[in-house]
């Protein structure tokens, strides 16, 4: 089973912008996905990203966040820009068992906290 960690979360001012980064333990062929999860909210999707490039992001955060990934690195990047208040919270990534319901295998990891700042 594939470990993955996440990074680069913090507080930022809104407008501002942040890279979180997802380590993942081994090469993997499967879709991933970035969510997140406000406190009193349940995880929410974010933006997914399949092995050959296909990209889905919430309607929340398209046109502000970017998601890619570096297979020959074993990582999965979000770039976040334009940052809202709202987007606080701690996001997490996941590889994804249906691409087309973004359904996330599961077994979350202890995220990265964003803040955002008004």
């Known amino acids: 089973e594939v470990q993955l960690v996440e990074s680069g979360g913090g507080t930022v001012q809104a407008g501002g912008s942040l890279r979180l980064a997802c380590a993942a333990s081994?090469?993997?062929?499967?879709?991933m996905g970035w969510f997140r999860q406000a406190p009193g909210v349940e995880r929410e999707f974010v933006a997914g990203?399949?092995?050959?490039?296909?990209?889905h992001y919430a309607d929340s955060v398209k046109g502000r966040f970017t998601i890619s990934r570096d297979d020959a690195r074993n990582t999965m990047y979000l770039e976040m820009r334009s940052l809202r208040p709202e987007d606080t919270a701690v996001y997490y990534c996941?590889?994804?068992?249906?691409?087309?319901?973004?359904?996330?295998?599961?077994?979350w990891g202890r995220g990265t906290q964003v803040t955002v700042s008004s």
């Open positions: 081994e090469f993997t062929l499967y879709a």
């Open positions: 996941d590889t994804l068992v249906s691409w087309l319901n973004h359904t996330p295998r599961g077994s």
């Open positions: 990203a399949t092995y050959s490039g296909d990209t």
